[in-house]
C-alpha cells in the first residue's frame, strides 16, 4: 500500500508545464464569461497563467497553513477566498492582467477552479485506471510454498 500526498499526476517539471497550460487555458475561458477581468492578449495569459502556477507552488500553501482555523471552521470554503487573494496578487504582478474587485476576484477564482478540474478530469481519469492497474497487480499471490524449520 502507497500513501501519496498530492497530485500523483502532475510530478516534477512537466507537472509544473501540464499545469501551467491547463491554468492558462482555463484562464482565457474564465476571462470570457466574467467581463470584469481583462486579459491584454494572450501573451499576458500565458504570464498570468506562469505567476499563479508560481503562487499556487509557493504562496497558497503558506496561506493555507496561516488561515487553517477560518478553513476548519468554513468547512474548506475559505479556500474560495485564498484562491481570489492568488488571483489579486496575480493582478498587481502581471501587468495587462486587470480584476476590477475582490468580489469578482472570487467569482473568477470559483470559475477558474471549476474550469480547472473539468480541463484535469480526463488526465485524473486516466492515471485513475493505472493505478488500479497497478494495484491489481500487487495484491495478486502466487501460490507458495511451506518452508519447513530445520
Given at each position: ?12 517539471f512537466w ?5 501551467f497550460?491547463?491554468?492558462?487555458l ?8 466574467v ?5 491584454g ?7 498570468t ?7 499556487n507552488?509557493?504562496v497558497r ?6 488561515t487553517?482555523?477560518f478553513t476548519?471552521m ?6 474560495f477566498?485564498i484562491?481570489?487573494v492568488i488571483v489579486m ?26 474550469l480547472?478540474?473539468l ?9 485513475r ?16 510454498e ?5
Open positions: 500500500m502507497k500513501i501519496v500526498i498530492g497530485n500523483t499526476g502532475h510530478r516534477g507537472g509544473f508545464v501540464a499545469q497550460v491547463v491554468l492558462t482555463a484562464l482565457l475561458i474564465a476571462a470570457y464569461v467581463h470584469d477581468v481583462h486579459i492578449n494572450v501573451w499576458t495569459a500565458l504570464l497563467g506562469f505567476v499563479i502556477s508560481l503562487l507552488r509557493f500553501p503558506i496561506l493555507i497553513l496561516l487553517f482555523p476548519a468554513t468547512l474548506g470554503l475559505f479556500l477566498v484562491n481570489a496578487l496575480a493582478s498587481v504582478i502581471v501587468p495587462q492582467f486587470e480584476v476590477d474587485g475582490f468580489g469578482t476576484a472570487l467569482l473568477f477564482s470559483i470559475l477558474l477552479t471549476l480547472n478540474f480541463l484535469e478530469l480526463p488526465d485524473r481519469i486516466g492515471n485506471t493505472e493505478r488500479q492497474g497497478t494495484q491489481e497487480q500487487e495484491e495478486h499471490f502466487d501460490s507458495y511451506e518452508v519447513e524449520n530445520e
